[in-house]
Nanobody, 124 residues
Framework: VQLQASGGGLAQAGGSLRLSCAASGRAVNSNAVGWFRQAPGQEREFVSCVRRGGNTAYAASVRGRFTISRDTAKNTVHLQMNSLQPEDTAVYYC???????????????????WGQGTQVTVSS
């Protein structure tokens, strides 16, 4: 399984970015795919995930601003990030795991394959 995260960059506060996670070796529509982020000096934290059945979950800090979606034709998961704030600055990682239906897939330990990360920097 390989994941390629892209779409990071520099945005101003209030702006938008769209991250993409292209998967190979595992279908995004039959597995859980999540986004996590890690700011300097902080632990990696959950951002959002989409489950095999299409259910989605969001961290409270991004709910209403970020939207996760799947493009099954391209086997890619997107994270649309609107109303960005400086506190959203972090390296964003996508991850995937076989969705057993047992876990919520909001913890790093729920995932077994990770992408390389893409930097998002939001200036005030």
């Amino acid at each position: 399984v390989q994941l390629q995260a892209s779409g990071g960059g520099l945005a101003q506060a209030g702006g938008s970015l769209r991250l993409s996670c292209a998967a190979s070796g595992r279908a995004v529509n039959s597995n859980a795919v999540g986004w996590f982020r890690q700011a300097p000096g902080q632990e990696r934290e959950f951002v959002s995930c989409v489950r095999r059945g299409g259910n989605t979950a969001y961290a409270a800090s991004v709910r209403g601003r970020f939207t996760i979606s799947r493009d099954t034709a391209k086997n890619t998961v997107h994270l649309q990030m609107n109303s960005l704030q400086p506190e959203d600055t972090a390296v964003y990682y996508c991850a995937t795991a076989w969705d057993s239906g047992v876990y919520l897939y909001t913890r790093s330990s729920d995932y077994d394959s990770w992408g390389q990360g893409t930097q998002v920097t939001v200036s005030s």
